[in-house]
């Protein structure tokens, strides 16, 4: 059974910074893309971004791009997420996601942890 | 990366069907067949119902089916359950990113 762990949210003030973690049980770390999503208080679902199984590329939402970094370290089964310059319209519940399929990083995200929420306020 | 355009709400009383739209504008939304279906319920992580415009994964009741045709996908629930009473997100792959649809709140009367 899979499962997403995520954890490292918290209040911070814009500019500032803050690292999210998210471990994984349950399946093949290596063998698949992982992804983060979040979702703004009382808002739908907005795709963050995706590493590839082997971590040779990362995609980002144009929100974010250039301010957040996502790695992995598969001998931990972990997926770290690193977020700067961070502005109140980034608060949400930050979700990681695996993907459904092995090895490729096209198509869908089929399993999810219960999230982490990050707020950005002064 | 445009988002994908669903109806705010939809309802039902148990036991009808339902449809829910997901227009996406793009040409990769009509060329990809990524498209997926997600159901939240409230202060829970979403549930992956379809996957690639129809597949279910294991577990997700048969009344739950999707398709697609050009620039516009459905999710159809058969026989709607007062369990369904949820929000529902369609979610699909385009060149190196995915878009969410706005969220379609169901209403079982």
């Known amino acids: 059974q899979v499962h997403l762990i995520e954890s490292g949210g918290g209040a911070v003030q814009p500019g500032g910074s803050l690292r999210l973690l998210c471990e994984a049980s349950?399946?093949?770390?290596?063998?698949?893309?992982m992804h983060w999503a979040r979702q703004a208080p009382g808002k739908g679902l907005e795709w963050v971004a995706v590493?590839?199984?082997?971590?040779?590329?990362?995609y980002y939402s144009d929100a974010v791009r250039g301010r957040f970094s996502l790695a992995r370290d598969d001998s931990k089964n972990s997926l770290s997420l690193e977020m700067n310059s961070l502005r109140p319209e980034d608060t949400a519940i930050y979700y990681c996601?695996?993907?459904?399929?092995?090895?490729?990083?096209?198509?869908?995200?089929?399993?999810w942890g219960q999230g982490t929420l990050v707020t950005v306020s002064s | 990366q445009s988002a994908l355009a669903q109806p705010r709400s939809v309802s039902g009383s148990p036991g009808q069907s339902i449809s829910i739209s997901c227009t996406g504008t793009s040409t990769d939304f009509a060329i990809y067949n990524y498209v997926s279906w997600y159901q939240q319920h409230p202060g829970k992580a979403p549930r992956l119902l379809i996957y690639?415009?129809?597949n279910r994964p294991s577990g997700v009741p048969d009344r739950f089916s999707g398709s697609k045709s050009g620039h516009t996908a459905a999710l159809t629930i058969s026989g709607l359950q007062p369990e369904d009473d949820a929000d529902y997100y369609c979610c699909s792959y385009a060149a190196n990113s995915w878009v969410f649809g706005g969220g379609t709140k169901v209403t079982v009367l």
């Open positions: 996601a695996k993907g459904r399929d092995v090895v490729v990083t096209v198509g869908t995200m089929d399993s």
């Open positions: 590493i590839t199984y082997d971590g040779s590329k990362t």
């Open positions: 349950g399946f093949n770390f290596n063998d698949h893309a």
């Open positions: 690639d415009v129809f």
